[in-house]
Nanobody
């Protein structure tokens, strides 16, 4: 069983920065990829960024050049460094991880951390 615990959300002014963390319990060896979704009020959940075990990354277009995802396997933690934040980045951010083995696959979710970008 894997648990994901996010931290680092909060209120920030436009143009500011935040770093989200997602700490996994248990082994992350089979968690691939790991990443972040977000859900803004009244909108569907969207994939923001992901990182694979080979360190390949993906970013949704709206955050390219502003957000950076990274993974520290020793700390079993995935980070999302967010810079140049804009009001449209306001959302609840959810960490996720895909687990797979010979028996099948599962997606784990964190509880979410709220990011509000406002002056």
């Amino acid at each position: 069983q894997v648990q994901l615990v996010e931290s680092g959300g909060g209120l920030v002014q436009p143009g500011g920065s935040l770093r989200l963390s997602c700490a996994a319990s248990g082994s992350i060896f089979r968690l691939n990829p790991m990443g972040w979704f977000r859900q803004a009020p009244g909108k569907e959940r969207e994939l923001v960024a992901l990182i694979r075990s080979d360190s390949n990354t993906y970013y949704t277009t709206s955050v390219k050049g502003r957000f950076t995802i990274s993974r520290d396997n020793a700390k079993k933690t995935v980070y999302l460094q967010m810079s140049s934040l804009q009001p449209e980045d306001t959302a609840v951010y959810y960490c996720y991880a895909d687990y797979s083995d010979s028996h099948g696959s599962l997606r784990y979710w964190g509880q979410g951390t709220e990011v509000t970008v406002s002056s």
